[in-house]
């Protein structure tokens, strides 16, 4: 081929692409979110091993969310304590978890309507059949919780315990529990109560007597004064409540 004729198809070539990109640009082609999630929150969001993708309530949400409000989600495994560093930080767009809307964290983040509620729940030996209403109850005791969520804060500023222990995981707490090396612990409710169910964790009870005090909403979680995609997310949400999509997604996880 002549080498004219080569650079003319070559610079056409490149004249019908650039058009492409830019009708799709014209035309808003639909935004793809990075999306943090944890693989130790069943049944909000867990490491599927068998698929070795993160799935669970807080991960149906997102996608029907997605859905309703024409935006793609690619849901990504985060520890739980990076969630709101890996938001901040541009790493990921949306955390979907189950983290609890706070004063604290509203200040750094902006959290989306509530999708769930819930409180914490208390967790003890199976073989303690003390009837427990309230922490005071545990009053110099060494008790747990995972780092990262508010019940840490929460034992902490209660100030009467002989010592607040943090974990990485609500396993890890569970297992030093069932081995005597706490006399408590605080998790989420419905977390722990699936996991229980699952036979998961052994040597251990939810205490049925037990009045959480700090319940609270589970929300989608964007990058403070990002008001397009809180925007978005809000009112997809609300198509996703009006047409019964996040009901029958409570509903498939048992919570």
Same mark, same amino acid.
């Given at each position: 081929m002549n080498p004219f004729v080569r650079r003319f198809h070559r610079f056409a070539a490149g004249l019908f692409a650039a058009g492409v990109v830019s009708l799709a640009c014209a035309q808003g082609a639909s935004p793809t979110y990075n999306v943090g999630a944890t693989a130790t929150g069943v049944p909000f969001t867990f490491l599927d091993v068998?698929?070795?993708?993160?799935? /669970?309530?807080?991960v149906d949400t997102v996608t029907a969310v997605g859905k309703a409000g024409g935006f793609g989600v690619n849901v990504q495994q985060t520890v739980f304590s990076a969630l709101i560093p890996s938001l901040t930080s541009n790493?990921?767009?949306?955390?979907?978890?189950?983290? &609890?809307?706070?004063?604290?964290r509203q200040q750094v983040v902006d959290f989306s309507d509530p999708v769930y509620?819930?409180?914490? /729940? &208390?967790? %003890?030996?199976?073989e303690d059949t003390r009837t427990y209403t309230s922490l005071d109850e545990l009053k110099g005791e060494v008790v747990g919780a995972q780092v990262g969520t508010v019940f840490i804060d929460m034992l902490t500023k209660k100030g009467i315990f002989k010592e607040v222990r943090s974990y990485d995981s %609500?396993?890890?707490?569970?297992?030093? &529990?069932?081995?005597?090396r706490i006399k408590a612990g605080l998790g989420d409710q419905p977390i722990i109560a699936y996991q229980l169910r699952q036979n998961t964790f052994t040597g251990v009870k939810l205490v049925d007597s037990y009045k959480p005090v700090n319940v609270g909403? %589970?929300? &989608?979680?964007?990058?403070? /004064?990002?008001?397009?995609?809180l925007a978005r997310i809000n009112k997809a949400i609300a198509t996703i409540k009006a047409d019964g999509t996040l009901q029958k997604i409570v509903q498939k996880w048992g919570i």
């Open positions: 068998k698929t070795n993708t993160i799935q /669970g309530m807080m790493k990921i767009d949306i955390v979907s978890a189950a983290m &609890l809307k706070t004063a604290a509620s819930y409180g914490e /729940g &208390l967790i %003890v030996k199976s %609500v396993a890890d707490m569970t297992r030093d &529990l069932a081995l005597g909403d %589970v929300c &989608l979680v964007v990058r403070k /004064g990002d008001t397009e995609t």
